[in-house]
């Protein structure tokens, strides 16, 4: 069974930094694409960060980059995602989701179809 666990998240001030963590498990971590998603209070779902398993490929969402970075540990089955410079509309719950197919993250983007197992959620908070 494919399991994955958030953790990480928490109140922080504007400029501050925090460092999701996913662990996964029920899954060889070979062949995969991992990513972070997030929902704030009435608004759309938004993909944050993927990784790829092939060459580790990413991708950042134009709202972060620069500010989060996203990595993995494989022999820990973990995915990390450093958030810097954090801002107070960075607010929302952040997911992450795993879809088992490396392809399912590319350098041009991704989108939530193809990630089938999700966690359970870590609310960020940001205050101003």
């Known amino acids: 069974e494919v399991q994955l666990v958030e953790s990480g998240g928490g109140l922080v001030q504007a400029g501050g930094s925090l460092r999701l963590s996913c662990a996964a498990s029920?899954?060889?971590?070979?062949?995969?694409?991992i990513g972070w998603f997030r929902r704030a209070p009435g608004k759309e779902r938004e993909g944050v960060s993927c990784?790829?398993?092939?060459?580790?490929?990413?991708y950042y969402a134009h709202s972060v980059k620069g500010r989060f970075t996203i990595s993995s540990d494989n022999a820990k089955n973990t995915v990390y995602l450093q958030m810097n410079n954090l801002k107070p509309e960075d607010t929302a719950v952040y997911y992450c989701?795993?879809?088992?197919?490396?392809?399912?993250?590319?350098?041009?983007?991704?989108?939530?179809?193809?990630?089938?197992?999700w966690g359970q959620g870590t609310q960020v908070t940001v205050s101003s």
């Open positions: 989701a795993a879809g088992l197919k490396y392809y399912y993250c590319s350098g041009y983007g991704f989108a939530s179809r193809g990630y089938d197992y």
């Open positions: 029920g899954f060889t971590f070979d062949d995969y694409a």
């Open positions: 990784i790829s398993s092939s060459d580790d490929t990413t």
